[in-house]
């Protein structure tokens, strides 16, 4: 496993981790190095050759989702080998040798544990499925699937974009329910955009955090990482438009 990339302090030793960066791949240009997006105009046989040193890493089988910023939750134990294309924003799975994983360039990985090494799951939760319940379908599903309540899962926040850098309009105000003349700056900071217009800088983290603990979930870590901010560690969508893909990944460990 790549010593830049990222993973969570403190989780249960049955549980495998990680959040990849741009550091350790076989990709080149707009992609290098470890993009593992397959649908962002890479060379396929770089992308192959990523996604494998992540299987490598991992241990796990990691299975890719069509990520459409939806709610939708997958369970892997009930997978059908038949499916190529599983349209969802999140997975959980309660045996070895699977990883759920989630692709980002932007939008914040969550990662969640059960205890003893009873499930795990993984979301990606960019402001639409944050503000349709992808963390709370996800939270759910998880403990159903584990048999224990939301106290007891361990969640960890990956990279994405940051409170300095993500501009928003009034329709993710909105979405969350906030007061666009007087939002709590925690989570919406006002601002005038370049155009003139009325603008806020919205805390990405700090709303998946007010979801999970809503949902239940008490223990949180994570979710201090700028993708935009930062060039030469992560891939940015809003920064370069043209650019690859990370992933979150957690696996049972078998």
């Known amino acids: 496993m790549h010593p830049d990339w990222l993973r969570p302090e403190a989780w249960p030793a049955e549980v495998g981790a990680v959040m990849t960066t741009r550091a350790g791949g076989a990709s080149a240009g707009a992609y290098a190095s470890m993009n593992l997006g397959a649908a962002v105009g890479d060379d ?37 080998p038949e499916d190529d294309v599983i349209e969802a924003d999140a997975s959980i799975a309660t045996r070895a040798g699977v990883a759920c994983v989630v692709g980002v360039a932007d939008c914040l990985p969550v990662l969640l544990a059960a205890p003893g090494g009873r499930g795990v799951g993984a979301a990606h939760a960019g402001w639409r499925g944050l503000a349709g319940g992808v963390l709370e379908n996800t939270v759910a599903t998880l403990c159903e699937a584990a048999g224990c309540e939301p106290q007891a899962l361990q969640a960890w926040m990956g990279a994405c974009i940051g409170p300095q850098a993500f501009e928003v309009g009034p329709d993710v105000l909105q979405a969350f329910g906030a007061d666009a003349d007087a939002p709590d700056p925690a989570r919406f900071v006002p601002r005038v955009g370049a155009d003139g217009r009325a603008r806020w800088l919205a805390n990405l983290p700090r709303l998946a955090t007010d979801r999970l603990r809503a949902a239940g979930v008490e223990q949180i870590s994570g979710g201090g990482w700028c993708t935009v901010s930062d060039a030469s560690r992560f891939f940015s969508f809003r920064r370069d438009r043209i650019t690859g893909r990370m992933a979150a990944a957690v696996w049972l460990r078998g």
């Open 44 to 80: 396929p046989e770089a992308v192959r050759r990523n996604r494998a040193q992540l299987a490598q890493a991992s241990g796990a089988r990691p299975v890719w989702l069509k990520q459409v910023h939806g709610a939708r939750v997958v369970n892997l134990d009930r997978l059908d």
